[in-house]
Each structure stands twice: as C-alpha cells, then as structure tokens.
C-alpha cells in the first residue's frame, strides 16, 4: 500500500513536500514514479526512477524546481515542490513498477502497477 501525504494549498511561488510511504513493499526494490491530474486533463507523468542508483527523469515543467528524494529507513520517498505555480494545481500521485522499470526517457505509465489514492495540491493566491 502506498499512502501520499503533504499536500495542501499554497500561494504560487510557495514550496510543499509531498511524501508517499509505503506498507507490505520495500520501496528500494521498485520503481517509483510520481503522477498528477489536473482538473480536465489526462494524468502526466512528471518523475521517475527505476530504482536506487538509476538516472532520475523530471518532465521538462516541472525539472529545476521538483526533486525527488527517499528515506530507507522511513520507506518513504518525497518530492519537493519549490517555486509552485497555478498550472501545478492537480492531484498527485505516488506508484511503484517492477525495479528497473517505469522509466527510459520519460515516464512509463503503462509499467506502474501499485499506486497510491492521490492527494490534492492547489496552488492559488
């Protein structure tokens, strides 16, 4: 089970962290993908890794302002959101894919199996 936590309003060029922990899998062994959907539009895919050690990828929106991170000991990764804008404004989610799987050159929805249930982030003045 992953669960996402973090998520919130904030004021555009604000900063949240959103945590996805994970139960019944050790995220060390798994690809780790983070998704959004926005109100209208499709789910995008916007980072993955297909496991410790391997090349991160960040959709060219949001690289340079999100970056990825983990803590073993926790089975928690995270993804930083800094400089947030309006666009930013969907539902987030965390999922996992078989390790060494999920990414090459950009995200590989159809590779994620195991997903979290989403949590918002609003991004408004």
């Known amino acids: 089970q992953l669960v996402e936590s973090g998520g919130g309003l904030v004021r555009p060029g604000g900063s949240l962290t959103l945590s996805c922990t994970a139960s019944?899998?050790?995220?060390?062994?798994?690809?780790i993908g983070w998704f959004r959907q926005a109100p209208g539009k499709e789910r995008e895919g916007i980072f993955c890794?297909?496991?410790?050690?391997?090349?991160?990828y960040y959709v060219d929106s949001v690289k340079e302002r999100f970056t990825f991170s983990r803590d073993n000991a926790k089975n928690t990764v995270y993804l930083h959101m800094t400089n947030l804008k309006p666009d930013d404004t969907a539902v987030y989610f965390c999922?996992?894919?078989?390790?060494?799987?999920?990414?090459?050159?950009?995200?590989?929805?159809?590779?994620?199996?195991?997903w979290g249930q989403g949590i918002q982030v609003t991004v408004s003045s």
């Open positions: 999922a996992t894919a078989d390790v060494g799987y999920g990414c090459s050159g950009g995200v590989i929805d159809a590779d994620f199996r195991r």
């Open positions: 019944g899998l050790d995220l060390r062994y798994y690809g």
């Open positions: 890794i297909r496991g410790p050690g391997h090349t991160p």
